[in-house]
């Protein structure tokens, strides 16, 4: 079975504070994936890594940047944490590549519900 | 670009009682289509995709839907549905081109009646 884990369930941070969402898959899947869930909205995609240090900007990067040091490992931080960034955050991954793995499943951690005040 | 519509944001059933969730897509290129579903305080998991063949696809606990390229749809059914059912239910869809393309719908929360 894949599993994707996510560092924390709830988080509450401060306005201006740095914030680090971590996100680990066991199963050598080459694409991982941040998305934040807003109520109305659905999933948005923030950013895309196929490979390690490798990532493309998703619909909603501004105020968001990632590192992907291992390919198992894929952060997401909040340079500057902002109330309008309270939100749900979803990671997931699947197998393939940025263009053989079209078409896979993606399997999802199960969520971090981040509050900024 | 691709957009995906789904029209209904939340749908009551009785239990036992058919249900259908609705969703519509928009692209000038080739995709493939997904159902997702997100139990209570739980991560999304596949239901079904569509990626070539038989427009009829079967998915996990007796749902299944129906690829229309006319009409731009890709509809889920379940012909009788169960308390467990309860989730919200996201349609998606990835263009030919990228895996990074990928899309939601809004979602679509369906509760279930005794």
């Known amino acids: 079975d894949v599993k994707v884990t996510q560092s924390s369930r709830y988080l509450v941070k401060r306005t201006g504070e740095k914030v680090f969402l971590e996100c680990v898959q066991d199963m050598d899947h080459e694409n991982m994936f941040w998305y934040r869930q807003d109520p109305g909205l659905g999933l948005r995609l923030i950013y895309f890594?196929?490979?390690?240090?490798?990532?493309e900007k998703g619909d909603i990067p501004e105020g968001y940047s990632v590192s992907r040091e291992k390919k198992e490992r894929f952060s997401l931080i909040l340079e500057s944490a902002s109330t309008n960034q309270t939100s749900m955050y979803l990671c997931?991954?699947?197998?393939?590549?940025?263009?053989?793995?079209?078409?896979?499943?993606?399997?999802f951690g199960p969520g971090t519900r981040l509050t900024v005040l | 670009a691709q957009s995906v519509t789904q029209l209904d944001s939340q749908v009551p059933v009785f239990e036992e009682a058919p249900v259908e969730l609705r969703c519509n897509y928009s692209?000038?290129?080739?995709?493939?289509l997904f159902w997702y579903v997100q139990y209570p305080n739980q991560g999304l998991q596949l239901l079904l995709k569509?990626?070539?063949?038989?427009?009829l696809v079967k998915g996990i606990n007796g749902f299944e839907a129906e690829f229309n390229k006319s009409q731009t749809s890709f509809h889920l059914r379940k012909p009788s549905v169960h308390i467990s059912d309860t989730a919200e239910y996201f349609c998606a869809v990835t263009p030919y081109s990228s895996a990074s393309k990928i899309i939601f719908g809004s979602g679509t929360r369906l509760s279930i009646r005794p």
């Open positions: 997931a991954s699947s197998f393939g590549g940025p263009l053989a793995g079209v078409g896979d499943t993606q399997y």
């Open positions: 569509y990626l070539s063949g038989s427009t």
């Open positions: 890594s196929y490979d390690v240090k490798m990532k």
């Open positions: 692209s000038s290129v080739s995709v493939y």
